[in-house]
T-cell receptor, first 113, second 115 residues
Framework: AQSVAQPEDQVNVAEGNPLTVKCTYS??????LFWYVQYPNRGLQFLLK??????LVKGSYGFEAEFNKSQTSFHLKKPSALVSDSALYFC???????????FGAGTRLTVKP | DSGVTQTPKHLITATGQRVTLRCSPR?????VYWYQQSLDQGLQFLIQ???????AKGNILERFSAQQFPDLHSELNLSSLELGDSALYFC??????????????FGEGSWLTVV
């Protein structure tokens, strides 16, 4: 079965600095990868997804993610962090044969002014 | 706003009781998913419906049940509630039932507190 790991529970960055939230996955076959963000007391919001094609995927709010097949990773990135980016970020994965979307445990991003 | 509507937003009830959570999917979406988010278990998939039919089942307890009605709204019924059922319950929806690239969109959730 597919699975996803977010190795960091917490990521702290200073405003204006680049940020990276890490995600690694395990699937049989081709991966379909997603990032969601959850602000306090809110639902999960879709940021971006990788299905096929270009390894660099651009999404909402200036976020992008890089798919790396050899490292089985799909790290979320942003060139310049904002305080308002502080939230809980979830990586999710499906394989090509299963509709079940598996979520990681989440990474709490804190951007300090 | 994702377009997925959940009610109630907050609910406090006693152990042993039964509650019903309601979800209206995005306009045009035929598939509805239910997830449970708790501090110790993370985000857990419970069940999926597509156009009124159960499509996939995850870690849903026997005390829990769900259905999707002809107008496509869905209800999650939780019975014989225990303290450990306290969690945030999300509904999500998508246009189709399957397809690995299919994006699902989440509602704001229903906070359930069992006391």
């Amino acid at each position: 079965a597919q699975s996803v790991a977010q190795p960091e529970d917490q990521v702290n960055v200073a405003e204006g600095n680049p940020l990276t939230v890490k995600c690694t996955y395990s699937v049989s076959g081709n991966p379909y990868l997603f990032w969601y963000v959850q602000y306090p007391n809110r639902g999960l919001q879709f940021l971006l997804k990788y299905i096929t094609g270009d390894n660099l995927v651009k999404g909402s709010y200036g976020f992008e993610a890089e798919f790396n097949k050899s490292q089985t990773s799909f790290h979320l990135k942003k060139p310049s962090a904002l305080v308002s980016d502080s939230a809980l970020y979830f990586c999710a994965v499906r394989d090509g044969n299963n509709n079940d979307m598996r979520f990681g445990a989440g990474t709490r991003l804190t951007v300090k002014p | 706003d994702s377009g997925v509507t959940q009610t109630p937003k907050h609910l406090i009830t006693a152990t042993g009781q039964r509650v019903t959570l309601r979800c209206s999917p995005r306009s045009g979406d035929l598939s509805v998913y239910w997830y449970q988010q708790s501090l110790d278990q993370g985000l857990q998939f419970l069940i999926q419906y597509y156009n009124g039919e159960e499509r996939a089942k995850g870690n849903i307890l026997e005390r829990f049940s769900a259905q999707q009605f002809p107008d496509l709204h869905s209800e999650l019924n939780l019975s014989s509630l225990e303290l450990g059922d306290s969690a945030l319950y999300f509904c999500a929806s998508s246009v189709v039932a399957t397809g690995s690239g299919n994006t699902i969109y989440f509602g704001e959730g229903s906070w359930l507190t069992v006391v």
